[in-house]
């Protein structure tokens, strides 16, 4: 079955600093993939997406880019924030009628001032 | 628009008490997930519902059961609460996919409510 393996956390970084967070998944056919992000108490948003190969997501900052070949959609930013500081999934689409995301375990997200 | 919306934010529950998590969306999305937040697990998909009137099982569904009232309703019932059940439950909702002559696609975007945090004791 579908699946994705995400970078195991959590992640300390200071303002400024450059951040990747690693996703590989597998999947049959072609999903979707996405990372969503979870402020402190509140749900899930989605931060970015694509949905084919050699496509860029971006939003904030933040880009992730579908690689086929190593069937991977790592997300970076080139200067993280103290507001940047959140848990990050990545998860994928399936082809299925009802589009059902399977999502990667998160990773915690810290920026210190 | 209000987007996505659930209730209660929080419940405590002793085990073999029963209780019904209501979720409501006003985006005319035709389908409707209910997923459990655990630590160090993400999201498990529990039921969702591709259209009204159709419900169908996820990855964890032992425990529960879902009905979709209308199209902007998809409740889930916790019949019998274990322990097990201790969890953050978020509701989500999706807009229709678009079938042409090339195939399917349109949005694969879900939006999600801000979770009830049950505990069972």
């Known amino acids: 079955g579908d699946s994705v393996t995400q970078m195991e956390g959590p992640v300390t970084l200071s303002e400024e600093a450059f951040l990747t967070i690693n996703c590989t998944y597998t999947?049959?056919?072609?999903?979707?993939l996405f990372w969503y992000v979870q402020y402190p108490g509140e749900g899930l948003q989605l931060l970015l997406k694509?949905?084919?190969?050699?496509d860029k997501g971006s939003n904030k900052g933040f880009e992730a880019t579908y690689r086929k070949e190593t069937t991977s959609f790592h997300l970076e930013k080139g200067s993280v924030q103290v507001s940047d500081s959140a848990v990050y999934f990545c998860a994928l689409s399936n082809s299925g009628s009802a589009r059902q995301l399977t999502f990667g375990s998160g990773t915690q997200l810290t920026v210190l001032p | 628009n209000a987007g996505v919306t659930q209730t209660p934010k929080f419940q405590v529950l002793k085990t073999g008490q029963s209780m019904t998590l209501q979720c409501a969306q006003d985006?005319?999305?035709?389908?409707m997930y209910w997923y459990r937040q655990d630590p160090g697990m993400g999201l498990r998909l529990i039921y969702y519902s591709a259209s009204e009137g159709t419900t169908d099982k996820g990855e964890v569904p032992n425990g529960y059961n879902v009905s979709r009232l209308n199209k902007r309703e998809f409740s889930l019932r916790l019949e019998s609460a274990a322990p097990s059940q201790t969890s953050v439950y978020f509701c989500?909702?999706?807009?229709?996919?678009?079938?042409?002559?090339?195939?399917?696609?349109?949005?694969?975007?879900?939006?999600f409510g801000p979770g009830t945090r049950l505990t069972v004791l």
């Open positions: 999947a049959t056919g072609y999903p979707s």
């Open positions: 985006m005319n999305h035709n389908s």
């Open positions: 989500a909702s999706r807009a229709k996919s678009i079938t042409g002559t090339s195939g399917s696609w349109g949005t694969d975007t879900q939006y």
């Open positions: 694509a949905t084919k190969a050699d």
